[in-house]
C-alpha cells in the first residue's frame, strides 16, 4: 500500500499536501480500498468557507457512502471535476489524479498536528 512521505494525514484518512500557501485534499489508498468501487463523487463548491473537520464531499462507493472531511480550515478555491464524470480516479490514483480539493487555509499549518506518514502508517495497523 503507497503512503507517500512527502504528503500529511489525518485520522478521517485523508491526505494534503501544501504547496504555494494552498492545500491539496484527498483520500488515502487505505481509505478507497476500504470503500470498494467508487461510482460517485459530490463536490462542494467553490467559495465553500469549511472548518476544520467539516464535511467536504460525499463519497458513494458500491459497499457505502462516507463523507470526506477538511483536515484544515479555509476556504475551498478548486475542486477536482474530472471526478464528476470520472470517480474512479480516486479508486486508480488517490494521490495524484484522484485529489478532491484544494483550500486555501485560514492559518499557517503546523505540521505536527497531523500524521506524518510513519505515523499514519501506525495508525493504520
Known sequence: MEIPEK???SKDHEWFDIKNDNCKIGITEYAQGE???IVFMELPEVGL???KGDSIGTIEAVKTVADVYA???GEVIEVNSNLENSPELIN???YNDGWIVIIKPDNSIDPSDHLSGDKYKEFIG
Do not use: E, Q, R, T
Request: no cysteine; proline share 13%.
Open 35 to 37: 470503500l470498494g468501487d
Open 49 to 51: 468557507k469549511v472548518s
Open 7 to 9: 504528503l500529511l494525514y
Open 71 to 73: 483536515p484544515i480550515a
Open 92 to 94: 486508480n490514483d488517490p
